[in-house]
């Protein structure tokens, strides 16, 4: 099932059982998916374009529970984290970090990097090759360290 049509099944869910953060939660994405429709047209949204729609929201939450953190504004970092949690219900199933740096360590062999001037080459290609599977900022990390001189 696309993820569009799961989405539209969990929102008629979310609706029958009253669950108004999931609502609001889906809803949102719904709307983000939307605008990212709308300026793509005339061209059709792609599977990977609604992924990156979502990549962003799961990011965006992220961001947002950091702040309200430092802000001292615990009932919005639950509000957060629980929106969170339910859109990355929706993402793929993310790698981990073991996974993360056998793919480094290939890439770097394959480019012939050797230094940290070249981390954008190799990042590039790890992102192509993770295929959203990956945290950025941990992918990010890995490459750094192993760019990096001992």
């Known amino acids: 099932m696309e993820i569009r049509e799961k989405l539209m ?3 008629k869910e979310a609706m029958k059982s009253k669950e108004t953060l999931k609502l609001n939660a889906l809803r949102f994405l719904q709307a983000a998916i939307k605008n990212r429709e709308i300026e793509l047209r005339p ?8 992924m990156g729609v979502l990549r962003r929201s799961v990011k965006q939450r992220k961001e947002s ?23 990355e219900a929706y993402m793929p ?3 981990g970090r ?3 740096e056998k793919i480094v360590v290939e890439v770097i062999a394959a480019l012939g990097a050797k230094t940290p001037k070249e981390m ?3 990042m ?8 959203g599977t990956a945290d950025n ?9 192993k760019l990096s001189p001992a």
Not at 43 to 50: D, F, K, L, R
Not at 65 to 87: F, S
């Open 9 to 11: 099944a969990d929102v």
């Open 43 to 50: 061209n059709p949204i792609t599977s990977e374009e609604v």
């Open 65 to 87: 529970i950091e702040q309200y953190q430092a802000a001292g504004r615990q009932d919005l970092v639950d509000q957060e984290a629980a929106e969170l949690k339910i859109l």
């Open 93 to 95: 199933q993310q790698m």
């Open 98 to 100: 073991d996974q993360l």
């Open 120 to 122: 954008g080459a190799v």
């Open 124 to 131: 590039k290609e790890v992102i192509v090759k993770t295929a």
């Open 137 to 145: 900022k941990m992918i990010s990390e890995v490459v750094k360290a």
